[in-house]
């Protein structure tokens, strides 16, 4: 078994492009930072989108040129078209992330397309990227349900997969954008595109809307996966697909890899203290499934100086 866990950081932008309070460009800035203390090597910056459908990714042009520690970091950026591309090369992104949802109603109410539509402008953005030397990454999302259309086939997130494989696509994420699957589902449609594109192009985003994220998880490990989307204190949502909670929290991944042999060379303290100064600049409280545990561990060591 390969153990090595990567962990790409999504908090910054999946995490951000939902709150309701706004967090200035030096503010999300601190933030990657205590991330890039933490451990974190591979990080979603931002999205190069609408800043009429998304404000708070207004700031992407400003901040991507700031972005800390470029050399030891793999930071990238989601862009939904090729105007969205065009922006990322001018601020010199290394990699870029197209969005494809699996259902037509989705890409309408995500990025006003078709499928079909949707499906040709992914394809010409991943064509441009690969032009202009950016490694390009493509989700396929709503990949267990939509939650305008319900269940997605199987059979057609394995198509759309193919679909960005043929593109030039060099990885693809298969989202639970919702956070509506469980593990049987996840580890079945895992092992079937393990089998067919190969575990190493492959990984997982995963959000916690139901508590499964941790198992979905696990099931998507025993299927091959080992790179997956993970956001710091579970931060995020989807502003577009109703009933999106947080994502997969980063502190659960890690001490789930930790006590299962998988190493993901995350400092728990430092992410830790990344998830405080995003509870702090988010206003709201943050943390995934194991941070009750942590709270108790830090009593227990305070009580007995152990
Ligand atoms: N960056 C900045 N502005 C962009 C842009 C981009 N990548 N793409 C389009 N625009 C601008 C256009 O110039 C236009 O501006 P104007 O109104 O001042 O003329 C406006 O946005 C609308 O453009 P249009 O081509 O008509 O697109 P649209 O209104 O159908 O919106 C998207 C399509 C894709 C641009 C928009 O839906 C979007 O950005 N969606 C992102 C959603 C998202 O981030 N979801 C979460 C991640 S999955
Ligand atoms: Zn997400």
């Known amino acids: 078994m390969n153990d090595v866990l990567t962990i790409n950081e999504v908090g910054p932008r999946d995490g951000l492009q939902n709150q309701r309070v706004a967090v200035s460009c030096d503010d999300k800035l601190r933030l990657i930072q205590a991330l890039v203390d933490a451990g974190l090597r591979a990080i979603e910056a931002t999205s190069f989108v609408s800043p009429k459908a998304v404000p708070q990714m207004a700031d992407a042009d400003e901040l991507f040129v700031r972005l800390p520690e470029p050399d030891r970091v793999a930071y990238s950026a989601l862009v939904p078209n090729v105007r969205g591309l065009q922006r990322a090369q001018a601020c010199q992104v290394r990699e870029i992330a197209v969005v494809l ?69 060099a990885e693809v994420v298969i989202a639970d954008t919702i956070g509506a699957a469980a593990p049987r589902a996840v580890s079945s449609l895992m092992r079937h595109a393990t089998a067919e594109f190969g575990a190493a192009r492959l990984s997982a985003h995963l959000h916690d809307t139901r508590g499964f994220a941790l198992a979905n998880a ?58 405080a100064l995003a509870q702090t600049l988010t206003q709201r409280p943050l943390g995934g499934r194991i941070t009750a545990w942590l709270g108790i561990q830090d009593t227990y060591r305070a009580r007995t100086g152990q």
């Open 101 to 169: 949802s699996a259902t037509e109603t989705m890409n309408q109410r995500n990025i006003n397309m078709s499928l079909d539509q949707a499906t040709e402008v992914c394809i010409q953005t991943v064509r441009g990227a690969i032009e202009a030397g950016i490694r390009a990454k493509a989700y396929v999302a709503v990949a267990f349900e939509c939650p305008f259309e319900g269940a997605v086939s199987p059979d057609r997130v394995l198509a759309l997969t193919r679909a960005m494989f043929a593109a030039g696509a």
């Open 218 to 275: 696990w099931a998507a490990i025993e299927a091959g996966i080992r790179k997956f989307d993970t956001s710091l204190g579970g931060l995020g949502g989807c502003p577009f697909a109703p009933g999106a909670a947080g994502n997969l929290a980063t502190e659960d991944l890690v001490q789930l890899a930790a006590q299962s042999g998988l190493s993901t060379g995350i400092d728990m303290a430092a992410l830790r203290s990344a998830i």
